[in-house]
Structures are given as structure tokens and as C-alpha cells.
């Protein structure tokens, strides 16, 4: 006769009525977990190093999957600490090397919310009120650009390029696949696309002030020749390295000249619509056939919270998609949205939620304070690195990126300081290689940084260079 086996209560759920007092206390230990990791690392990066890194985790992780488990809260409480010590921590104004936004608080909770309902955003009976509201943003985001079009959620600025080439590919005035043209200042996920999707190898027109030149791009489409839809032109609103925006007007005139499809990628210039006094520099914008926007940029949101904006939402049939039980016809012929022509992804999360969420919260007067506020500090820390005497400025800030370096010293010193600095765990700085020269990149998009935050940034970065 065999043993019954022991009788055990499943862990508590997230969602349900009963989903919030089950939370309640894990979210309490979570969050003095984050203040006291943070506290732990006292700075915008853990010290010592990958090596220091690995063994604290490890000290902490280890066993992963041990044979019997600890209570919840010790296990939470254990490992997002961890996790916080030995986060960058995008919110301290030291840490600004990258187009990686300090969340807002508001967008959080709603992140935690998405998480969980977990709603699943591949069929309506999975996510009823995510696909209305989903609707909703996407077509309101659109219409900043294009009066009548319309805009997916993707993960982020290399999904939103991938799907700007696929709809390239298969618009219906394509007769053969497209030629993708890009300045040297494009960012590498557009000739990573054009790899994945079998198109032929991208021109790359030079960018000799940083910028795309209209005129090497005139040349280079007049020399591809073709009829409409033979070439992509994929223009930079944002670039990676220095903030740069390409002459967008200019750009799109000569497209139209050529009969070549537009795409521009405003992963991070794109926020610039929230603000009524810089807004202007996307001037163009909505001339483009697609557009990237990336809100995990400047529009402070957790990641992901990508979109890819389209002028004619007719070019969305081509990621039409059947699949019965997601989407059978008597369904949605009956009236049920289909979900599955809104991404090449099944299962994905409502990161439209947090979207919604800061835009109703903040409204545009508040997004485009924000995106005002850092555009400013740049320009302050630009105006510091110009009048001292032992740093060279790269250019005026287009948006919030500020490159500058030690005068005279090398490109090795360069990498070495920034390096210093990271092991020390003081100053999280990325770098750029532009004009034959290495540069120091600040990336400001912490709207709390103060005009002090900013000086003593630059003092780290003298200390560590020798007189």
C-alpha cells in the first residue's frame, strides 16, 4: 500500500483578491533590501571590480537551487540586497555613461502592477483591458508624429529598427529587397537587421561633421539608382555616441527625389517632443516612413518601453499571423482583437501600462520639464568642461550628451581613467571614439543631478589624471 504524500499550501499568488496582502510584506522586505544595498555601495558602482562583484553574488546565490528552500522574505530580502550593492544605480548623478534612464518612481509601481496581473499580450482573453489601453497609447504616441498613423511596443530601439527593416522589406512597392543606406554615425543594430532579415549589405554614406551629409547621401542614391522602394535610407535622431541629429528636412527632401523609403531611428532624440522649447531640433520627424522612440531613454521609464511609430498603418499587415487559438477567424470576426500582427513576439508583457501610467501622471508640460532639465545640465557641464583649462570639449551638446577629455592626454590614459574610475566604483563614465580621438562620455538623464553633482564629477576625473 503506497504512503500519501504529505499535504503542503502552494506559496501565495500575486494577482486575485488576495494577491495584495500576500505582497505587502515581500514588498516591505524588498524595498529595505534596495535602501540597504544601496547604502552598502555607497556610491554609483560596487568597488573592486568584476572579480569583487562575482564573489559577492556568489557568497549570496550559492546554492541556486539548494534541496529544500528558505522562507520567501529571508530569500528576497538576501538577493535584491545583493543585487543593489552591486547595481550601477542609474539614479546616483555620478553614474552617466549610458542612454540608461533612472526610472521614476511611478512607472515602477505600475511595472509591478503589469507583473502582477501578467497579462499576456498575444490574445484578448489574456489581457482584456491591456489591449484596450494598449490601443489607446500606441495610437496617441503615433499621432505626435503622423496625423493618422500608428505605433507598436517593441523592447526597445534594436527591436523597433529590426521591425522598421522587415516592413521595408515587405511594403508593396518593393520588388526587390531594399538596400539599406546609413551614415557612419548609425547605430549598430540597423546593419545587424539588415544581416538577420537577408538584405544586401548596407551602404554606409561618411558623416564627416558627425551628421549624415545630404550631399554624400544624394550621391550614394543616385549611384544605387533603381525604381521606388529599391533603397532605406535610415536617418539618426539621437546618435549613441554624442547626441547628434541628423538634418532630417534635408534627409527626407532627398528621399523623395529618389523615391527611397525613410526610416529614422529617435531612439533617443525622440523624447524631444515632450518639450515645447526643443522640439523643433526633430523638425522632419514626420516625413519618415517609420520612426523608433525609446522611453527607457528619455522618458524614464523601467526597460523596455520601445515603440516603432509607422506613417501608413496599412504597412503593419505584413506581420499579419494566424495561429488558432490565439486568434481563429470566427473570433475575430465575432469582434475580438487580434493581438498577434502588433509584434513579431508571442508572450509579452503590458509594458504599455508604465507608459501610461507617467504620461497621465505627468502629462507633457511634466515629461518636457524633465527632458528640459537634463538637456540644461548638459549644457551646464559642457560650459565647466570649456572654461577649465586642463579639459577639452568635444562640441556643444545636442541633447544631453557631453563629450570631453584631459588635454593632451592619450586615448590609453583615456580608457585607463574611465577604468579607475569604475574599479573605484566613484564615477560611472562611457567613452567615444570620434574625429581619430578618444573621448569621456557623460550621458545626463537624471533630472535631481545638481549644478555641485556635475563639478565634482569633473574634479574625479582631473584626479585621476597626472599633472
Known amino acids: 500500500m503506497s504512503t500519501p504524500r504529505t499535504s503542503r499550501t502552494p506559496p501565495p499568488l500575486a494577482g486575485g483578491a488576495q494577491g495584495p496582502d500576500a505582497l505587502r510584506p515581500l514588498l516591505a522586505a524588498a524595498l529595505d533590501a534596495l535602501r540597504e544595498g544601496a547604502t552598502a555601495r555607497g556610491g554609483p558602482l560596487p568597488a573592486g571590480g568584476p572579480q569583487a562583484v562575482t564573489d559577492r553574488v556568489r557568497a549570496a546565490a550559492e546554492p541556486v537551487l539548494p534541496e529544500h528552500g528558505t522562507d520567501p522574505e529571508t530569500a528576497l530580502r538576501t538577493l535584491v540586497r545583493t543585487l543593489t550593492e552591486g547595481a550601477a544605480d542609474p539614479a546616483d548623478p555620478l553614474c552617466a555613461a549610458h542612454l540608461h534612464c533612472p526610472p521614476l518612481a511611478v512607472a515602477a509601481a505600475a511595472d509591478l502592477a503589469a507583473s502582477a496581473l501578467n497579462p499576456s499580450m498575444d490574445s484578448w482573453d489574456q489581457a482584456p483591458a491591456a489591449t484596450a489601453l494598449e490601443a489607446l497609447v500606441t495610437r496617441a504616441l503615433a499621432a505626435e508624429i503622423h496625423d493618422d498613423g500608428d505605433a507598436l511596443i517593441t523592447t526597445g530601439g534594436t527591436e523597433a529598427n529590426q521591425l522598421a527593416l522587415l516592413l521595408a522589406r515587405e511594403a508593396p512597392t518593393t520588388h526587390v ?27 554606409t554614406v561618411p558623416t564627416p561633421t558627425g551628421t549624415l551629409d545630404p550631399t554624400a547621401l544624394d550621391e550614394a542614391l543616385t549611384a544605387l539608382g ?33 523615391g527611397a523609403r525613410l526610416h529614422i531611428d529617435a531612439a533617443y532624440g525622440g523624447g524631444l517632443l515632450f518639450s515645447d522649447t526643443r ?27 520601445g515603440l516603432l511609430a509607422v506613417r501608413d498603418p496599412h504597412d503593419l499587415q505584413a506581420l499579419d499571423h494566424r495561429a488558432d487559438y490565439l486568434n481563429a477567424d470566427d473570433d475575430t470576426d465575432a469582434g475580438l482583437p487580434d493581438l498577434l500582427g502588433r ?20 502629462g507633457r508640460t511634466g515629461l518636457g520639464a524633465l527632458v528640459d532639465q537634463v538637456c540644461d545640465q548638459a549644457s551646464q557641464f559642457a560650459e565647466l568642461v570649456a572654461a577649465h583649462p586642463a579639459f577639452e ?3 556643444t551638446p545636442a541633447i544631453s550628451t557631453v563629450l570631453f577629455r584631459p588635454t593632451d592626454a592619450t586615448d590609453d590614459h583615456i580608457a585607463h581613467v574611465r577604468r579607475r574610475l569604475l574599479t573605484e566604483g566613484t564615477a560611472v563614465l562611457g567613452r567615444a571614439d570620434l574625429d581619430g580621438r578618444r573621448w569621456l562620455k557623460a550621458t545626463l538623464l537624471n533630472p535631481h543631478t545638481r549644478p555641485e553633482d556635475l563639478t565634482a564629477l569633473l574634479k574625479l576625473v582631473e584626479g585621476t589624471t597626472p599633472r
Request: proline share 8%; with cysteine; net charge neutral.
Open 279 to 305: 522640439k523643433g531640433r526633430l523638425h522632419g520627424l514626420h516625413r519618415a516612413d517609420t520612426v523608433t522612440l525609446d522611453l527607457h531613454k528619455l522618458g524614464w521609464q523601467p526597460a523596455a518601453a
Open 393 to 395: 570639449l568635444y562640441d
Open 177 to 203: 529587397p531594399p538596400r539599406l543606406v546609413t551614415g557612419e554615425n548609425a547605430h549598430h543594430s540597423l546593419a545587424r537587421a539588415a544581416w538577420l532579415l537577408g538584405l544586401p549589405e548596407p551602404v
Open 343 to 362: 509584434s513579431l513576439r508571442t508572450t509579452r508583457r503590458p509594458d504599455v501600462l508604465k507608459i501610461a501610467v507617467t504620461l497621465r501622471a505627468l
Open 226 to 258: 533603381g525604381p521606388p522602394g529599391t533603397c532605406l535610407v535610415a536617418a539618426t535622431a539621437g546618435t549613441t555616441d554624442a547626441g547628434l541629429i541628423d538634418p532630417l528636412d534635408e534627409i527626407a527632401d532627398i528621399c523623395a527625389t529618389h
